[in-house]
């Protein structure tokens, strides 16, 4: 089957028939360390955020870009086999975003948390819009404009630490340091806010 035939037939998209594809044309060393990678990676724990036929298929094709890659990359004179280059290869990229992925999960998760039990201690569902949007809409309201800023900044419009630190020209932990003071002043003045409401 050609690219082109695999393309019409939808397998660019699911991996199906592109990977056995480039897999025999690459060559039975690639396709080898190929095979070997993505079987050893396709073993770990589907992340959170993810279903497990779309994380197998994000894996495969994963892996055969980085067979790909590492028979372009790959040096002879090193002495090191093919089959073992390619297979090292493989796991490290499926490694990498395997990690990526349980961090973006576990960080999510620790945010989402963090935020419902500080709403839970200031006496406020967590689900309830309409009281939880206006105190803290309200403390917000109460923040400095530099501490308000940041916040907007870092939840509302996803920018990093690292990306503040160099506009503001301060160091990162300085900026998470603002942010855990502002987020603290932000926890008491909803509790404020909710006690005044009872």
């Excluded at 055969?64 to 028979?71: E, F």
């Excluded at 907007?152 to 503040?164: D, G, M, P, S």
Aim: proline share 4%.
């Amino acid at each position: 089957m050609t690219f082109k035939q695999a393309a019409e037939r939808g397998g660019f998209a699911s991996g199906r028939y592109i990977t056995r594809d480039m897999a025999e044309a690459m060559g039975d060393d690639v396709a080898e360390g190929y095979k070997r990678g993505s079987i050893y990676a396709r073993s770990w724990r589907t992340p959170p955020n993810w279903s497990a036929p779309d994380w197998k298929d994000e894996l495969s094709s994963l892996a055969l870009m980085s067979a790909w890659q590492a028979k372009l990359d790959f040096d002879p004179s090193r002495g090191v086999p093919l089959t073992s280059f390619v297979f090292y290869r493989v796991k490290a990229q499926a490694f990498t975003l395997y990690r990526q992925e349980w961090r973006h999960a576990l960080r999510f998760a620790a945010s989402e948390m963090q935020f419902i039990e500080s709403q839970a201690g200031a006496g406020l569902d967590p689900h309830s819009n309409g009281e939880t949007c206006e105190s803290l809409e309200w403390a917000l309201g109460q923040l400095s404009e530099g501490d308000r800023w940041l916040i907007e900044q870092i939840f509302w419009k996803h920018r990093t630490e690292i990306a503040l630190a160099e506009e503001l020209k301060i160091s990162q932990p300085a900026v998470n340091k603002r942010k855990r003071m502002a987020l603290q002043r932000l926890i008491a003045l909803i509790k404020i806010f909710s006690g005044d409401r009872l």
